[in-house]
C-alpha cells in the first residue's frame, strides 16, 4: 500500500462547477496535511494547509480531513481554467524525520 | 523577499558526466529536502538535512549525493548521471519550531530540469 494515494485522473469538470478531489494515507498517527497545486512545468505552489479533523475553507478552496477514515479531500468551488493544473497531496509524518511524503496527484481539467 | 533559489533552472549533462545542482535559501529554515519528480509522478524524497544532520532515504541510490556547508546552501551531486535520472529536482526547506512541533509547510524552490544525454 502506498502512503499517500490520489486517483491520478484526469478530472474534467466545467467551469463554474465544484471540483472533488481526494486523497488516502496509510501512516494513521500523520497529524498534518497539505494541497498542492502544480502547473506544468513548475513547482509545487501551496494551497492548503489542515490539521484537525472537519473542514476548513480558505476562498473558494475547502479542505476535509477525516482522521479516523485517513482521508483528506479539496473541494474547488466555482472551479475556473486557471484551476487547471495537478493537485498534490502531502502528509507530514511524525517522528524526528520530518519527511514529507506526495501522493502521484490529480490532473484536473476544468472546461471553460 | 525571503526565498529558495535554485541554480540552474535547465541543466543538460552527458550520460556519465557528473552534475552538481544547488539551493540556497534565504528563509533560514534549518530543514532542507531535496525531491526527484518525473513526469506524471509524485516528488520522490531523496535525502533531508535537519541542521546537518543528514537523512537518506533507503531506496535513494549511492549514485545521489548531498552537502549541506552552511544553513543557506545545499548541494545535490550526481556521480554518474543515467538516462533514468532525468527528472525535476526539488528543493524545499521548512521550519521546525521545536521537538514535536509540526505542521510547518514545504517552500519550494523553482527546480531543475535536468537533461541527460
Known amino acids: 500500500q502506498k502512503e499517500v494515494e490520489q486517483n491520478s485522473g484526469p478530472l474534467s469538470v466545467p467551469e463554474g462547477a465544484i471540483a472533488s478531489l481526494n486523497c488516502t494515507y496509510s501512516d494513521r498517527v500523520s497529524q498534518s496535511f497539505f494541497w498542492y497545486r502544480q502547473y506544468s512545468g513548475k513547482s509545487p505552489e501551496l494551497i492548503m494547509s489542515?490539521?484537525?479533523?472537519g473542514d476548513k475553507e480558505d476562498g473558494r478552496f475547502t479542505a476535509q480531513l477525516n482522521k479516523a477514515s485517513q482521508y483528506v479531500s479539496l473541494l474547488i468551488r466555482d472551479s475556473q481554467p486557471s484551476d487547471s493544473a495537478t493537485y498534490l497531496c502531502a502528509v507530514k509524518l511524525v517522528r524526528r524525520t520530518y519527511k514529507y511524503i506526495f501522493g502521484t496527484g490529480t490532473r484536473l481539467k476544468v472546461l471553460a | 523577499d525571503a526565498m529558495v533559489i535554485q541554480n540552474p533552472r535547465y541543466q543538460v549533462t552527458q550520460f556519465g558526466k557528473p552534475v552538481t545542482l544547488s539551493c540556497s535559501q534565504t528563509?533560514?529554515?534549518?530543514?532542507m529536502y531535496w525531491y526527484q519528480q518525473k513526469s506524471s509522478q509524485a516528488p520522490k524524497l531523496l535525502f533531508h538535512y535537519y541542521d546537518k544532520d543528514f537523512n537518506n532515504e533507503a531506496d535513494t541510490p549511492d549514485n545521489f549525493q548531498s552537502r549541506r556547508p552552511n544553513t543557506s546552501f545545499c548541494f545535490l551531486d550526481i556521480r554518474s548521471p543515467g538516462l533514468g535520472d532525468a527528472a525535476m529536482y526539488l528543493c524545499?526547506?521548512?521550519?521546525?519550531?521545536?521537538?514535536?512541533?509540526?505542521?510547518?509547510?514545504?517552500?519550494f524552490g523553482s527546480g531543475t530540469q535536468l537533461s541527460v544525454l
Open positions: 528563509l533560514n529554515h534549518n530543514v
Open positions: 524545499a526547506t521548512s521550519r521546525v519550531l521545536g521537538q514535536g512541533a509540526w505542521g510547518e509547510k514545504l517552500f
Open positions: 489542515i490539521y484537525s479533523n
